[in-house]
């Protein structure tokens, strides 16, 4: 059959409505497709996005830390004594750490070394060399902010089984934390396990004299006395449950601002069974903070408060340090936060008071800039 033309023009007319519909269709299916797969990687984005949303909190709940400042000697000698002794016959330690509450407060633990026993009031108050404290510098010092003691020193004995005893009744109905005498073996063993910000700690600490006495076998619970197999002993009781180990050590010898190679042997074991912060005391002045290993050592803080000024400069001045200590899963970090020089100050023996170097002034101690040099030069640039 033959087709003119104008029927073939008709036929074309009759097809372009469908093609044009079949068009629209096509672009249609296409806007939807490419939507739904848009909405798809979007949804797929933000569950990307909550998926590292969730490792980062996750991360930061991992990531714990919690600050600890130090300070050294609290020597109650017999004129520091006499300060605080009030008309009614009490004793009142307070005023001479008026400058330290406040620059202390903020941490979260803080230390000092109790090296004047609080033996009870059947023994006669008493400074060098046997010295016995009142009850009332404890509590000046936990009202100045202190929570945790060491009570480990070469003079823990120095009043006998009976002032130890009273002495640890004492700090045992407060609210801090103590290590280094005992009255019982099973209260030496009982090793206690801390935490504060989410981190798992233990103190211990240790002495490595006591003066010449020498402790029975049946009562060598009464002050840790320094050994490798004791504090390993300890150490491993422990290590398993906890993220930081702290140790304060009574060690070295007196008035020599340079540490003894026994010092850095200690520091060295320690190191290695993994102590993460060495205190050091003993020695009544200030020695370097270096790191051993990942075990920052502090070698000594030198006095807190005494009348050792009779002794020349050296023992007068001591140092307040503080950390951050950082817990990053497995890993742990001791990091310096502050370091400061401290003053034991008196006006002839008498009108104790500690007076940071933040405070000090040439009227107080004359050129304090360049004591402040010479000794924060034996203390190193450590952070």
């Known amino acids: 059959m033959t087709l003119h033309c104008d029927d073939m023009k008709k036929r074309r007319l009759k097809k ?40 980062r909190v996750s991360e930061k709940v991992k990531k714990k830390t919690m600050s600890l400042v130090m300070v050294g000697d609290v020597l109650t000698h017999d004129s520091v004594l006499a300060d605080a002794l009030k008309e009614d016959g009490s004793y009142d330690f307070t005023p001479m750490f008026t400058y330290i509450k406040p620059l202390i407060k903020d941490y979260d633990l803080k230390y000092v070394n109790q090296e004047s026993i609080i033996g009870g009031p059947s023994f006669k108050y008493s400074g060098y060399p046997t010295f016995n404290a009142p009850d009332s510098i404890g509590d000046s010092l936990i009202d100045t902010g202190f929570n945790v003691v060491g009570l480990a020193n070469n003079h823990a004995y120095d009043k006998g089984e009976n002032a130890i005893l009273y002495s640890n009744k004492y700090w045992g109905s407060k609210d801090v934390i103590t290590s280094g005498t005992y009255s019982s073996f099973e209260d030496r063993d009982d090793i206690k396990i801390h935490e504060k910000n989410g981190i798992k700690y233990a103190f ?24 490798d197999y004791l504090v390993k002993d300890d150490i491993n009781k422990i290590k398993d449950n906890v993220d930081v180990v702290i140790v304060a050590m009574h060690w070295g010898d007196e008035y020599t601002n340079t540490p003894t190679n026994s010092e850095r042997e200690i520091a060295s074991y320690l190191s290695e069974l993994g102590v993460d912060l060495i205190i050091g005391t003993h020695p009544h002045v200030v020695q370097p903070i270096e790191y051993v290993g990942e075990t920052l050592v502090i070698y000594s803080l030198g006095n807190f408060i005494s009348n050792q000024l009779v002794l020349g400069l050296n023992p007068a001045i001591g140092l307040m340090v503080g950390v951050d200590i950082n817990v990053d899963g497995d890993e742990t970090k001791v990091s310096i936060k502050e370091k400061e020089l401290l003053y034991s100050y008196s006006d002839n023996s008498t009108n104790f008071k500690v007076i940071p170097f933040s405070k000090m002034s040439d009227d107080i101690l004359a050129d304090y800039k360049s004591v402040e040099e010479k000794y924060m030069s034996i203390v190193g640039d450590v952070n």
Do not use: H, M, Q, R
Request: charged residues 10%; glycine residues 4%; hydrophobic residues 35%.
């Open 16 to 55: 372009t409505p469908i093609v044009i519909l079949l068009c629209i269709i096509l672009c249609i299916c296409f806007v939807v497709a490419k939507t739904t797969n848009n909405g798809s990687a979007n949804n797929n984005a933000g569950n990307v996005t909550e998926k590292n949303s969730s490792k």
């Open 204 to 227: 211990l600490a240790y002495t490595t004299s006591l003066n010449g006495y020498t402790l029975s076998s049946d009562k060598s619970y009464l002050v840790n006395v320094y050994s």
